[in-house]
Each structure stands twice: as structure tokens, then as C-alpha cells.
T-cell receptor, first 112, second 110 residues
Framework: DGGITQSPKYLFRKEGQNVTLSCEQNLNHDAMYWYRQDPGQGLRLIYY???????QKGDIAEGYSVSREKKESFPLTVTSAQKNPTAFYLC???????????FGQGTRLTVV | RKEVEQDPGPFNVPEGATVAFNCTYS??????FFWYRQDCRKEPKLLMS???SGNEDGRFTAQLNRASQYISLLIRDSKLSDSATYLC???????????FGKGTRLSVIA
């Protein structure tokens, strides 16, 4: 089955630890995105990538880092510099920029 | 600035009602338009693309008004299962990804 896989679904970390969220797609999409969603709020763009080995900051990139070494994979690292990391993280991909995006099931990160 | 604005709701409607959502966008240099649906604690899922001529998919009708810079979604004969948050999404020209509105929450009541 083609799709986007995020893992894990739930993640708990202690404050001050870096954590990496996985996102893999087998749709052969060029563009991939990371969003953050807080309870009752809209999606906010963290980082996006339109091609392998290239990525751009979104609206709330501070405290996050990404890599795009392979077309299929776009992992997100939440660093200890992110002041309020507890949130629902969504990864998406699209064939090219500005076409419809497809989302993974998300990762709920809780930092205690 | 590229923005997408939606009435947050909630819209509480009885089963069988017709409900309409509007969405406005700030930049006339926009290229693509979509409606997504997001259930509680789940990922957004594409409901339908919006074409210039308007389009219909079963009980759902989407329309685009470029002159006034708004998009609408009409749901006829509402079902309990339509309860969700509906996200308006716009693709602008330039190098930015899709811009998501904050969503309109719909509750269909028996």
C-alpha cells in the first residue's frame, strides 16, 4: 500500500532531550512537509523540502532540524532548544509544490 | 502576506440540514484550492479540490470566486458522520507550500 508512515504514534521524552520523529513515504513524491498542531489550533509549518538535499524553514523552525538525504525520508528532530515541544506533529507529502498534500497519521509528542 | 481565513465555528446543525462554510484568502496570486477534513485527534484528509468552474462530489459542492477571493463548501443532507473540522487550503504562487486555514468545526446533531 502506498502512503506516508510516521513513527512512533506516541512519544514521551524528558525535558532537555533531543528526539527524532520519523516520516517515510513510498508515493514517489518530491515535496515533503512537517507541521505542528496544538490543541484546538490550526497547522503551523515547521520545515519543508521540495527536493532531496534541500529544505527550507517554515513559520516556526526555531528549535527544530530536518534532513532530506533520501526522497522517501524526511525526519524531524525536536531539539532541547524548542521551548514548548509537546504537540501533535504531522508529516505530509505532495507530488510537487502546490498540489494536494497527503498526511501521515501523526506523532503525539509529550515532553515531561 | 499569504493568509487563509475561516470562521472557526462551531456550527451545530441537525441531521439533514444544509450547511455552508466560507473561506477567504489574502493574495490574488493563488493557484490551487482544496478542502480538507480533520477528525478529532486524526490527520487531515483531502475532501475535494476546488476548480474554477465549481465542482460537486455527492452531497458536497465546492465553489471558487476569484474576483472576491473566497472559496465555499456546501454540505447537503448532513449526516452525523460529517461532524469534523473542515480546513480550507490555498496554494499560492511563489516558493511557499500550501497555506492552511485554522478550520471550521461542524457538529451534526441527531
Amino acid at each position: 500500500d502506498g502512503g506516508i508512515t510516521q513513527s512512533p504514534k506516541y512519544l514521551f521524552r524528558k525535558e532537555g532531550q533531543n528526539v527524532t520523529l520519523s516520516c517515510e513515504q513510498n508515493l514517489n513524491h518530491d515535496a515533503m512537509y512537517w507541521y505542528r498542531q496544538d490543541p484546538g489550533q490550526g497547522l503551523r509549518l515547521i520545515y519543508y523540502s521540495q527536493i532531496v538535499n534541500d529544505f527550507q524553514k517554515g513559520d516556526i523552525a526555531e528549535g527544530y532540524s530536518v534532513s532530506r538525504e533520501k526522497k522517501e525520508s524526511f525526519p524531524l528532530t525536536v531539539t532541547s532548544a524548542q521551548k514548548n515541544p509537546t504537540a501533535f506533529y504531522l508529516c505530509a507529502s505532495s507530488p510537487v509544490r502546490n498540489t494536494e498534500a497527503f498526511f501521515g497519521q501523526g506523532t503525539r509528542l509529550t515532553v515531561v | 502576506r499569504k493568509e487563509v481565513e475561516q470562521d472557526p465555528g462551531p456550527f451545530n446543525v441537525p441531521e439533514g440540514a444544509t450547511v455552508a462554510f466560507n473561506c477567504t484568502y489574502s493574495n490574488s496570486a493563488s493557484q490551487s484550492f482544496f478542502w480538507y477534513r480533520q477528525d478529532c485527534r486524526k490527520e487531515p484528509k483531502l475532501l475535494m479540490s476546488v476548480y474554477s468552474s465549481g465542482n460537486e462530489d455527492g452531497r458536497f459542492t465546492a465553489q471558487l470566486n476569484r474576483a472576491s477571493q473566497y472559496i465555499s463548501l456546501l454540505i447537503r443532507d448532513s449526516k452525523l458522520s460529517d461532524s469534523a473540522t473542515y480546513l480550507c487550503v490555498v496554494g499560492f504562487s511563489g516558493n511557499t507550500p500550501l497555506v492552511f486555514g485554522k478550520g471550521t468545526r461542524l457538529s451534526v446533531i441527531a
